[in-house]
């Protein structure tokens, strides 16, 4: 081939004015990713850096292009017809020529250039119609792109880039510099520059971090607030930030007009989307936590905004990087940042739909606590809870919203108790606590509802070891219940007292309740709050000493239960089971009831469940010889009890837990001992909880797996659990709402990163990591 004339000099990459903060692992893996694929992609919304993270990419890997790299601003451009030729002016290519791109072609045909394409989201059809033709008809070409939408050309590669790390409310205090989160680091390096003498310390550290947290990590939002730092303290700005839009609204003026401003930016966002999704973006700010996508389609839609229109629009929400997806479980979930949500929600309340909107919001989690309730006795608990949990911020928000509103009491009063196997399930008896608290407050009406509030809260109470509130609670329910005439509530109050009554040391009012409140429930009909019953009368026999007794109604229990395919009240029937077959000596079936127990109760997330369970095991192995494993978990179970509280519930393990330490102490002597209880209390509680079952505790599992997952981008993980399940490229499209080019482009980089050339192998390697 002859010899390519040398290209006119070319403009250099313009100079830093500031340094970039962190992004030095998205830099490398952008880079890595480069070597590999000619098109890559920088997505994410406005204001989150990819023009910074494109130009670090540029600087860090121009060498290793003979021709170098340059950058195409495009921001400015408006009429999409002068893409190519903005590209040809930065590359000092002759434009005189009838077809500019093919000039281009001839100029960089065999060549070896990084094209950085900054700011295509406004000019996608003709930016991706360019690059096809340019990387189509020059082999060493290769572009990086800025968008806040995949340009959907073959063989992108796209990369979100993710706001800044922040850290978490529960981090504990900020240490050394090199140890603070990326976001807080920009923040003290902008305010210095802003204001000379200024500097993190003991007083602020907290308060930056908050506002950092509340800025959602997103850098142009940090150095907004930063450059406040001439006029306020961290303290005051955190104090006003409740209008982020316009209290960030001044910025550099050398800055492009959508960088200028925070509502300049998302200004610029949504003057890129449609009517429809603008109405969608506009919709979807109601919800507080993740949303999926079933919740979407009831919320959302309308005439105008058909339901089976829903998820197309959310796509493109996603690709226009407004929504962010995440897959965590079996299904996909959507958010927006805080900053994000926050203007749709101005642009909501600017409509005269905003209150329609707010009240199918309402309406659908209403209706989603009261499926929950129904359906709970049964089958698929693990996923009703795996779905709660995700909904568990939705869930505040409507609660909080009804019991706020002078009408809304008796909704909220509702609501509250019917999520009650959701807050005694898992491990949500406080917060419980605190709404029924709130909607009992809200609304003194005399209904059913009322009394299955005041025993809901009551036994919630017991679980906290508030026998005395309980009880309270507890009478007023049957007080109510009597007076309604409603025999339902009578029988669930009727129990739960005789539990609180037991609990305060009337135990032969306790059990007398109980046995009338079970008979009472079993009147009623097959339920699980007769097995409830059933289970209180086993546990109540354990603590008489009848171990018998109890293992003859607790095993009636596991029978019905197992029938139903419920595991919830099973895990609790297997660990009283546990502690029946202790109290007769038989060590290793107590030993296997308590197993199956606190596996179930793990995938529950059932704490006060956890803590049980593990001290009943501390006894077991403390009886079968094993000393330094039950100081161990004595250890390990104190971690787990210190969050609840010292002994809640009425468990009354406190008596035969001392013992128990004294005789293993006795074993072991006291510097073995506290060793052991020490190693326990170290072990944190997924780790001890691993120590427990005898599994290989997870920080402690083969390094291997993680170096092969390390290979692997957050979203190629997404596409290979999915491919290891079977899936197809377009089912996989359509499970995670993308194109199918854009998975077509995941697995073919999985294949490579794993070394494999077919969808089998990579899903046995996938499947065998438990990935």
Not at 27 to 46: C, F, H, P
Not at 138 to 144: Q, T, V, W
Not at 528 to 537: D, G, R, S, T, V
Request: hydrophobic share 45%.
């Amino acid at each position: 081939m002859a010899d390519t004339a040398p290209l006119p000099k070319l403009p250099g990459l313009p100079a830093e004015l500031t340094s970039l903060v962190g992004r030095t692992a998205e830099s490398a893996e952008v880079r890595r990713i480069l070597a590999n694929s000619r098109l890559v992609t920088l997505t994410g919304m406005g204001g989150v850096g990819k023009t910074r993270l494109a130009l670090q990419v540029a600087r860090k890997a121009r060498r290793g292009f003979a021709d170098g790299a340059v950058v195409v601003e495009l921001a400015e451009v408006a009429d999409p017809a002068l893409v190519p030729l903005t590209v040809a002016q930065v590359l000092s290519v002759p434009t005189h020529l009838p077809d500019v791109v093919a000039t281009l072609i001839d100029h960089l045909r065999g060549r070896e250039l990084l094209l950085v394409l900054d700011n295509c989201e406004h000019l996608l059809e003709e930016s991706a119609v360019l690059v096809r033709n340019l990387l189509s008809a020059c082999a060493d070409l290769r572009i990086l792109v800025t968008s806040r939408e995949p340009l959907r050309v073959a063989g992108e590669h796209v990369f979100e880039v993710e706001p800044l790390g922040v850290g978490s409310a529960a981090s504990g205090p900020l240490g050394a510099e090199g140890t603070r989160p990326d976001a807080v680091t920009l923040f003290v390096e902008r305010a210095a520059a802003a204001a000379p003498g200024f500097c993190i310390t003991p007083e602020n550290t907290d308060t930056i971090e908050e506002l950092c947290r509340r800025l959602d990590g997103l850098p142009l939002a940090i150095e907004l607030a930063a450059g406040r730092m001439r006029a306020l303290s961290p303290r005051e700005l955190l104090d006003r930030l409740a209008d982020h839009y316009r209290l960030l609204s001044a910025g550099d003026r050398s800055a492009s007009a959508r960088h200028q401003s925070l509502r300049a930016t998302l200004d610029w966002s949504y003057g890129l989307c449609s009517v429809q999704e603008r109405r969608l973006w506009e919709r979807l700010s109601v919800f507080t936590g993740p949303v999926y996508l079933e919740a979407a389609e009831c919320v959302c839609s309308e005439p105008g905004l058909p339901r089976e229109g829903i998820v197309d629009g959310v796509a493109a929400l996603v690709d226009k990087s407004i929504v962010v997806q995440r897959v965590a479980g079996s299904r996909p979930t959507y958010r927006m940042l805080e900053t994000v949500r926050e203007y749709g929600m101005r642009k909501l309340h600017a409509r005269a739909d905003d209150v329609a909107v707010v009240g199918r919001y309402r309406t659908y989690y209403q209706r989603l606590a009261r499926e929950f309730d129904a359906n709970w006795f049964g089958p698929g608990q693990e996923r009703q809870v795996e779905r709660m949990r995700g909904e568990h911020a939705n869930l505040r928000a409507v609660l909080d919203s009804l019991l706020s509103d002078p009408d809304g009491g008796p909704a909220g009063l509702g609501m509250a108790a019917a999520l009650f196997w959701y807050w005694i399930g898992c491990g949500q008896q406080r917060e419980g606590r605190h709404w029924l608290d709130r909607a009992l407050a809200s609304d003194n009406v005399s209904s059913s509802e009322r009394a299955a509030a005041l025993w809901s809260n009551g036994y919630l109470a017991v679980a906290e070891g508030k026998a005395v509130v309980a009880l309270d609670l507890l009478r007023a329910s049957q007080e109510l219940a009597a007076q309604l005439g409603d025999t339902v509530n009578m029988a669930h109050a009727t129990h739960f007292r005789g539990v609180a009554e037991h609990n305060l040391g009337n135990t032969a009012l306790g059990m007398k309740l109980i046995e009338e409140g079970s008979a009472m429930e079993e009147a009623g009909g097959p339920s699980l709050l007769h097995i409830l019953a059933l289970e209180h009368l086993g546990w109540a026999y354990c603590l008489r000493q009848e171990p018998e007794r109890a293992l003859e109604v607790l095993e009636q229990c596991r029978r019905a239960l197992t029938v139903r395919g419920e595991r919830w009240l099973l895990s609790w029937i297997n660990a009283f089971l546990g502690l029946a077959h202790w109290m007769r000596c038989e060590y290793q079936l107590a030993d296997t009831h308590l197993r199956e127990a606190l596996t179930d109760k793990r995938a529950f997330h059932d704490a006060l469940g956890i803590a049980v369970v593990m001290e009943l095991q501390a006894w077991v192995a403390a009886a079968e010889g094993q000393a330094e494993r039950a100081a161990g978990l004595m250890g390990a179970v104190r971690q787990v009890w210190e969050p609840l509280g010292e002994y809640p519930g009425g468990f009354e393990l406190r008596r035969w837990s001392d013992r128990t330490a004294r005789e293993v102490r006795a074993l072991l002597g006291d510097k073995a001992f506290e060793a052991a209880f020490a190693n326990g209390g170290q072990l944190g509680t997924e780790r001890a909880i691993d120590f427990a079952l005898g599994e290989t505790p997870r920080a402690e599992q083969s390094g291997s797996e993680d170096a092969v997952v390390a290979l692997l981008t957050p979203r190629e993980l997404e596409v290979g659990r999915l491919l290891a399940e079977g899936m197809t490229n377009k089912q996989i499209a359509q499970a995670l709402v993308v194109a199918l080019r854009t998975v077509d482009s995941h697995v073919e980089h999985i294949f490579t990163k794993l070394g494999v050339n077919s969808r089998t192998q990579a899903a046995l390697l996938l499947s065998a990591r438990g990935r």
